[in-house]
């Protein structure tokens, strides 16, 4: 089977600094991979590389097959969270219909069959369950309407592969299920895969097909039972680290130097985010 992702022996370097190394990582079609890690660790960085817009500085990374740089038309994007100004009068729809005219990537529109433009958006709306808040303005839409309206950008001409940058961040945690459920069904009903940066892994965790885990230089890559365990981190680490189960099958990290990207959000029975749950060092705080 042709791989989606392939990632042999990859190192990035920013600024001069080699920030990973030897990482090794393959999606296949239809998968669910999450890319986790403390702040830091290099997790948007690959996604750009997988976007061909950050250089590879050594080993290959093919995306269906070809250069990064060659497959983008075939390749949805979310980048990482950046809140729109509450007074943008853009309407949502609009917003989903510019990403199928490609402006960004300077693709031509891929649109031959004898379907429209606005049925395919429409579609991708409904797609993501957008279609009641479709017409308002975006800056109007809650955290998770808008993520939902930027899901469907990235979907609207029908990627082989997504790449979604930390796409629950700033979200309650019914929210959070409820958008990593839309994924999960995207992937297996779209056949998209699915690369997507989280800070928290258990949200997701029921539906990841793979985890590679970002730390010290380094990516540790396994099932989520294989990644998200004790001695695997520890390794990681270089320093103990203890993974906790909890009864209603969330993982609670534990130890030094600092809290990875697990939390034990789900503890809390009444399903309300709080604010002690969040990595204070975390730049997007609620
Ligand atoms: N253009 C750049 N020049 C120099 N350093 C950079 C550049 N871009 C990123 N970095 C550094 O590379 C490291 C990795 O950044 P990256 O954004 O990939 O981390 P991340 O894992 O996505 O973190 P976060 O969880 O905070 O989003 C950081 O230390 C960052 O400061
Ligand atoms: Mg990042």
């Known amino acids: 089977m042709t791989a989606i992702v392939r990632l042999e022996n990859v190192a990035a370097e920013v600024g001069g600094r080699r920030l990973l190394s030897d990482v090794d990582l393959r999606v296949d079609a239809g998968e669910f991979v999450a890319l986790l890690g ?8 690959l996604i750009r590389m997988l976007l061909g817009l950050h250089p590879v500085a050594a080993g290959r990374i093919t995306v269906l097959d070809r250069l990064p740089a060659q497959a983008r038309q075939d390749v949805g994007y ?7 100004d509450p007074d943008l009068r853009v ?3 609009d917003l989903v219909r510019l990403g199928l005219d490609g402006n960004h990537w300077g693709f031509p529109l891929p649109f031959k069959r004898n379907r429209t433009a606005a049925e395919r958006v429409s579609e991708v709306i409904e797609l993501v369950a957008a279609t009641a808040f479709a017409d308002r303005p975006i800056g109007e839409l809650s955290g998770g309407e808008q993520q939902r309206i930027l899901i469907a950008q990235a979907l609207v001409r029908r990627p082989q592969l997504l790449l979604l940058d930390e796409p629950l961040d700033s979200l309650d945690l019914p929210t959070q299920s409820s958008i990593a459920a839309l994924l999960s069904d995207i992937c297996t009903n779209q056949e998209v895969s699915i690369v997507m940066v989280a800070h928290d892994v258990n ?7 793979r985890i590679a885990y970002l ?3 380094k990516a540790v890559v396994g099932t989520p039972a294989e990644v998200i365990t004790g001695p695997t981190l520890s390794a990681l680490y270089g320093t103990p680290i203890e993974v906790l189960h909890a009864a209603d ?3 609670v990290v534990v130890g030094q130097p600092e809290p990875p990207a697990v939390h034990s959000d789900r503890h809390h029975s009444d399903g309300h985010h709080h604010e002690y749950d969040r990595d204070p060092r975390r730049p997007h705080s609620h």
């Open 38 to 45: 403390p702040n830091g660790a290099g997790k948007s960085t």
């Open 78 to 84: 979310l980048p990482q969270r950046r809140r729109f």
């Open 91 to 93: 309407r949502a729809s």
């Open 203 to 209: 949200p997701i965790m029921s539906y990841l097909d």
């Open 215 to 217: 730390a010290s230089g």
């Open 249 to 251: 099958g969330s993982l």
